[in-house]
């Protein structure tokens, strides 16, 4: 089933030159079914790529994915034209009052600034809390794993010495959980971060649990029990030259960066990365819509954020 996308989205041009089956408002108004609304909240600086990136992610189903893309605030983005943004783009204000079947918060790059000095921390906490009854579950990324962790839970994030950043092996810690269904025992994942959330902290909640971890990077994927709060420290929906990207911008500025990890081919920097993490961050977003949202969410969205985890379902 499609992606349902905005008329004129620029990423719906990318996504069906690959053969990602997208539709239109227009083509979805003469379907008779109830598509799982998502909204995305878009943090980072280049938003049409990652909305590109994520969209990707949440085109292999068998569900239609009706997508509302929300800003932070309106101040003017220096990396996305204002002309997307306005066309694109609504405020919290303008869904304040919707309910969502599922909701994705992106990762920033503001992992060595305190939270308190973030602009836009009010307006991010008071999202925060509004999703706890207007969305099924939440899907937070990076960076936003750091700040729903402080918001919600107390646990204050560790400023690491040098960034993380490569692709790493990680293992199942719950073998079990439905988000992982379908993965392998071993299986690797990119990361990019200043900071990390220390996993005793998280060990210590009762309604979270761990789910996949790194001996390197750390603690990878977290969910609250119920399946209404998902925490991905990594970057599974980033494309071969994301890592190669981002060395290279902190090299033209001068930070001097480590070379990613087990990214280059023997560590050359002037040969392409291999890609070996695309087909379980395709399983991660897909087993997200199915067990975490589409299983959960009630039929009737009026319903969402009262009755959740009435199916019987284990999500342990």
């Known amino acids: 089933m499609p992606l349902k996308l905005p008329d004129n989205l620029p ?49 292999n189903t068998p569900l239609q994915v009706e997508i509302d893309l929300m800003r932070i605030s309106d101040r003017p983005s220096r990396n996305t034209p204002i002309e997307h943004m306005d066309a694109f783009y609504k405020d919290f204000s303008q869904v304040r009052d919707n309910k969502y079947d599922g909701m994705i918060v992106t990762g920033a790059p503001l992992g060595q600034v305190p939270f308190g000095d973030v602009y836009f921390w009010p307006e991010l906490t008071a999202i925060m809390d509004w999703t ?8 937070y ?10 918001h919600h839970y107390g646990i204050q994030k560790r400023v690491l010495e040098q960034k993380i950043s490569g692709v790493y092996p990680h293992h199942l810690v719950q073998p079990y959980s439905p988000i992982v269904r379908g993965f392998d025992d071993l299986f690797d994942a990119p990361h990019s971060r200043y900071a990390e959330v220390p ?16 001996e390197v990077a750390g603690t990878y994927i977290i969910a609250r029990r119920d399946g209404r709060q998902l925490f991905v420290t990594g970057h599974s929906e980033y494309e071969p030259l994301c890592l190669k990207d981002e060395y290279e911008r902190d ?8 070379l990613p990890e087990n990214y280059f081919p023997n560590d050359d920097p002037t040969r392409p990365p291999v890609v070996n993490w695309k087909s379980h961050g395709n399983l991660l977003f897909s087993n997200w819509l199915n067990y975490y949202v589409y299983q959960l969410t009630p039929f009737d969205m009026t319903r969402i954020g009262q009755q959740v985890g009435q199916t019987g379902m284990s999500l342990a």
């Open 251 to 258: 090299l033209a500025a001068g930070l001097q960066p480590a």
């Open 199 to 214: 996993a005793a902290a998280i060990e210590a909640i009762a309604d979270l649990e761990v789910i996949a971890a790194s």
């Open 141 to 150: 990324l990076c960076w936003g794993v750091q700040a729903a962790m402080y």
């Open 11 to 59: 990423a719906s041009q990318v996504l069906q030159q690959e053969n990602i089956f997208c539709m239109s408002d227009t083509q979805a108004q003469h379907q008779d079914i109830r598509p799982m609304h998502i909204l995305l909240l878009n943090l980072m600086p280049k938003k049409i790529e990652t909305e590109i990136h994520l969209l990707r992610m949440l085109s």
């Open 132 to 139: 706890t009854t207007h969305v099924t579950s939440t899907m």
